[in-house]
């Protein structure tokens, strides 16, 4: 589970199909581990970068289904913790 500190704004929600209000789901990595973000976040640059490599990995076509991000879970929790800080 993810640290204290990241619980009020990322999660892993595997638990539930439903996503809060104002907040997107998303897959990372390989394990495909569910995780809800603000959507405040898919307009801040680092995460603009995120974006684009799933565009590159995967175009439009997400295999899971929803939006999935090609990244380990430690990089994708670097940036979230970068972005709630920022």
């Known amino acids: 589970m993810l ?9 892993d929600p595997s638990a539930t199909k439903i996503v809060a209000k104002g907040h997107c789901s998303i897959r990372r990595g390989t ?9 405040a976040y898919l307009n801040h640059p680092l995460f603009k970068g995120l974006l684009n490599m799933a565009e590159e990995e995967f ?4 295999p899971m289904g929803g939006l999935t991000i090609p990244c380990s879970e430690e990089y994708f929790i670097g ?6 800080f920022s």
């Open 3 to 11: 640290c204290g500190c990241l619980l009020s704004r990322i999660w």
């Open 31 to 39: 394990s495909k581990r569910r995780f809800m973000i603000p959507i």
């Open 59 to 62: 175009g439009f076509d997400h």
């Open 79 to 84: 940036i979230s913790k970068m972005l709630k």
